[in-house]
């Protein structure tokens, strides 16, 4: 066989050492989801964007199966200058289909863009209860229109919430304020859709006032309510930080009895870095700060959402460094195609998107590209869908081994699919599919149920 082959390992065998992942989310059918993705604008600094087909399938073969759909507050409320926008309300609407025929989840996050002024510091004074419910009015526009629309899965409902000027610390804007409205917002919501999830974040610090480098205040108190998945987001630039600042992230989870699902995270790219390989603001620097983060991410189990699928028109001045911006494409559209390569290739790491029974844990080696996935099966939750990006992570070929002793190989050179080397008794290659188009793994059946198994996803013909 030669060596261009792309090997497809999974090795059977005990994993006491392992205990499952606590962030994973479950889907209706029980199946263990870590959720990926991307924040999906309805505009930018130049005007309205607009997606296609197209568009989400290269979502797919980037690893997607979740979107975050920004909400424009100016177009679904009643703040001064904003209004609720039919035309809106269908383009939210093709959206969360375009997602649902591609095998993609939505998530709603409201931002407080479109209206005439958003004063924060009068939002929490809420005169008269105006602010809050002029505010949950807008959020019940989306709640009933998309109540029982499965691909929706829950709602992130204030993002970023600041402080600014008022006088108050941190800790008293968040117990008094914060998770008060957190409570009114999701009883409401759950009264129209109680199956829904709600994310939520924590207050975002003001300029100069961080915390080990993390801009985001910790919550320290409960939130008391059930359904919630506790979203925040990290924009880590020292690497040195990363694994304290998701510690951290992880003790709040836990107090709050809420999983986390980063909502948004990598650091902006600048217009230098286009340009430039070395130094502090090089490709070869941010290559090592996303892999750092994302090695954080698949130690610890969390799904995590990355800004933004788009095209770059526009870049914002606000760090010194100069201008920059968050899309990872650098064409000057709106969509984008030119992918930002040296972020893209680590957004579109394999990991498992959907297994039947319990992930115990999974992580992608950069250096050696290989993916590493710990499992008990439970063939009762339907088919596995592990995501390998064969395209690029593999253009030498790719493939899979079961405890030495089943073994399959894809390689890119034959039309063919996968292909037998070694199999067993209990093993049916059949139940094995690869998915060129989506670049996923099919899992139909694993060989036996309630096993411990190891999935190794490794790079070119192994020697046995």
Known sequence: MKKSLFIITLLIFSITSYSQIKHGLR???????????????????????????????????????????????????EFPGGKVVPKYLQKLDSLVALGKNHDIKTIFKMTVYGVDKFVWEEFWENKNDYQYKTYINAWKVIWKRFANEPFVLGYDIVNEPRKLKMNISYKDLTDKYLIPLYQRIIDASQKINPNKKIL?????????????????????????????????????????????????????????????????????????????LVGNWGQFKYKEMYIRTAEVFDKMGVGSIKAWFLGNR??????????????IFSDKTDAGTVERKYITD??????????????????????????????????????????????RHYPDGFSIIINNDFIMYYNPLKNVGLEVYKTTKDSNPADFIWDVKTQKLIVLKWGKDNAEYQVKIVPGLRNF
């Open 314 to 327: 526009t870049m914002q001045n606000f760090l010194k460094p100069g201008p920059s911006t968050w899309s």
């Open 200 to 276: 939520f974040q924590s207050i975002f610090m003001n300029k100069g006032e961080k915390i080990d480098n993390n801009q985001y205040a910790e919550i320290s108190s409960p939130l008391n309510r059930e359904n919630i998945i506790f979203a925040p987001h990290i924009y880590q630039n020292n690497i040195d930080f990363i694994k304290k600042n998701m510690d951290r992230f992880d003790k709040e989870s836990a107090m709050l009895k809420a999983p986390i699902l980063i909502g948004e995270w990598g650091f902006p790219t600048f217009a230098r870095t286009d340009t430039t």
């Open 346 to 391: 680590v957004i579109s790491r394999p990991f498992p998107q959907a297994i039947a029974g319990n992930i115990q844990s999974f992580l992608y080696n950069f250096a050696k590209r290989e993916l590493t996935l710990n499992i008990i099966s439970d063939n009762s939750k339907g088919a596995s869908k592990i995501f390998i990006g064969a395209n």
């Open 27 to 77: 889907d209706k059918q029980g199946r263990h989801i870590v959720p990926r993705g991307f924040v999906i604008n309805t505009n930018d600094h130049k005007g309205e964007v607009f997606f296609n087909n197209d568009d989400y399938a290269r979502q797919v073969r980037m690893g997607a199966n979740y979107q975050v759909i920004r909400l424009e507050l100016g177009k679904l409320s």
